[in-house]
């Protein structure tokens, strides 16, 4: 494996154990605390006959909801006649920890805590055991029904002493079963469409039992990881336009794959393909990552790192003590916060990755061109440099929009792109719309904010400063007298929030944005 692969398989693996320990122990980290008494919400595979036990369940791509099975399709170009594909299925096995205590009789009762001799407090708890299967397998050999693996993990149990004969902690696990269909549908000369199905095969002795009690036979927070060598992978997100088809035709059920891997230098101006692939139960974008400042995990990744350390510096000693007798990665997460060295801590205040070096204004592409007329475009400074907003008046400013200059009071029929354009504003495609303002952003782009003509609540939204947001590119220029149109009622729609930020992003564990 070539060394630039070797990496991004590195980087996709972080994001995966990010996804694998969503939520596995949330701050405040201790047993007490009410959200760590309901755990294990993403990629929870249950046993069929406990889900359907009301009914069949309603496929959707996110993985939130308890299922029986996971089902991942996606697009694969094959390079190379000796192609090969490795799937990889990871999840976790649930474990309960469970502290007794020594009798006098010789015996051991179970308790819910337990302090040693050397002061350490011992709760009984539950863990979770990580678990992948690997399978490495080349498209053109599968047979017509797939190839099955089992997927599954065994029943198991772990005694540790306690110091000075106290007691002893037990381990145990429930067995597991499950198993993988992989299948490869040809659809061309070089192109598949591989399905990776994973099912819980097991039984609930009880149907009607609670969700705690047939938890030890799920899978937690399942997940799919593809490579390959030879071959490519099609994002569902901005596919080839020759593969539009083909991609609609794929089915996700509780799960979406996204590309992995560092995002390309340049945006493809025909869909992005790529070498790695990420079927999470989390909704992602393609080749998320983990924010390079990030020292470690926190069991949160939609959270910011600088805000939990903060927090979990603040624990009392004795909440601290509790967190590390509640489970180990608790304790690991509190040692790193306690000997977090100051360099590392200023890191995670915040980073701009998104803002390059302007270019000199004779080299700038002549529209659109931002400026009050008839003075010619200054060469702005980027905001984030002291002084960098100085002459800039969102209320006056202009820009031109097919050679007319466009700002606050004109009025635009809205244009939004059909690829990368906000979902809400693909609603809002041929309506008009009025220019509250002309903004721009730290990286030197310039935003519309509009209101929409027809929206009854156009005026309360220019009053308070909710607008919609829109490139100078995604609009066309109307008179002062053109009707307000088209004429087709739409639902009201929540504006979005402004896309340009005051001053730099603060970065969380993902920063999944461009």
């Not at 755990?39 to 959707?60: H, I, K, S």
């Not at 040692?335 to 070096?357: C, K, N, Q, W, Y």
């Not at 939204?461 to 088209?486: K, M």
Request: charged share 25%; glycine share 10%.
């Amino acid at each position: 494996m070539a060394n630039g692969t070797g990496g991004a398989c590195a980087q996709l693996s972080a994001v995966a154990d990010a996804v694998l320990y969503e939520g596995y122990l949330l701050y405040p980290y201790r047993r007490s605390s009410a959200k760590n008494r309901v755990r294990w919400q993403f990629g929870v595979l249950l046993p069929r006959n406990w889900v359907e036990r009301d009914g069949p369940v309603t496929p959707v791509v996110s993985g939130s909801a308890d299922s029986w099975y996971q089902q991942t399709e996606c697009l694969l170009r094959v390079r190379r006649a000796d192609a090969t594909v490795r799937v990889r299925v990871r999840y976790l096995q649930l474990q309960h920890k469970q502290v007794e205590r020594a009798g006098g009789d010789g015996a051991h009762h179970p308790v819910e805590s337990l302090r040693t001799a050397d002061g350490t407090v011992h709760l009984s708890f539950e863990e979770a055991v990580p678990r992948e299967t690997e399978l490495v397998l080349r498209p053109e050999e599968l047979p017509r029904d797939g190839r099955i693996v089992a997927v599954g993990a065994p029943a198991g149990a772990e005694y540790e002493p306690l110091p000075a004969g106290a007691g002893r902690t037990v381990r145990r696990r429930r067995e597991v079963r499950a198993g993988t269909t992989v299948t490869a549908e040809r659809l061309g000369p070089g192109l598949y469409r591989l399905r990776v199905r994973t099912e819980n095969t097991g039984d609930a002795p009880d149907p009607r039992a609670s969700r705690n009690a047939v938890l030890g036979q799920a899978l937690l927070a399942t997940h799919t990881l593809l490579t390959g060598d030879g071959v490519e992978f099609v994002s569902l997100i901005d596919p080839p336009a020759a593969l539009a088809e083909q991609v609609r035709g794929c089915r996700n059920a509780f799960t979406f794959p996204v590309l992995g891997g560092a995002p390309p230098q340049s945006a493809s101006e025909d869909g992005a393909t790529g070498t790695l692939l990420l079927s999470a139960p989390i909704i992602l974008p393609d080749h998320p990552q983990v924010a390079p400042e990030s020292p470690g995990d926190l069991h949160d990744a939609a959270e910011i790192d600088e805000i939990l350390t903060l927090r979990t510096m603040l624990l009392t000693d004795e909440e601290k003590a509790e967190a590390r007798a509640t489970d180990p990665r608790a304790a690991r997460i509190l040692d790193r916060v306690d000997t977090m060295p100051r360099e590392v801590f200023s890191r995670l205040h915040g980073a701009i990755r998104s803002l390059t070096p302007r270019a000199p204004a004779a080299e700038r592409p002549s529209a659109p061109v931002v400026g009050r007329p008839p003075a010619p475009a200054p060469d702005r400074p980027a905001w984030w440099q002291e002084g960098g907003d100085d002459g800039l008046s969102p209320a006056t400013d202009t820009v031109l929009v097919d050679g007319v200059p466009v700002g606050g009071g004109s009025r635009v029929r809205l244009c939004p792109r059909g690829r990368g354009a906000d979902a809400q504003d693909m609603f809002l495609a041929g309506r008009t719309a009025r220019v509250a303002a002309v903004f721009h952003d730290v990286d030197g782009s310039t935003h519309l904010a509009v209101t929409v003509d027809d929206d009854p609540a156009a005026e309360l939204h220019g009053w308070y400063g909710r607008f919609h947001y829109f490139r100078p590119d995604e609009v066309e220029t109307l008179g002062p007298d053109a009707p307000p149109g088209p004429g087709r009622p739409i639902r009201p729609q929540s504006p979005r929030p402004p896309e340009r930020p005051a001053r730099g992003p603060e970065e969380g564990r993902f920063d999944g944005r461009p």
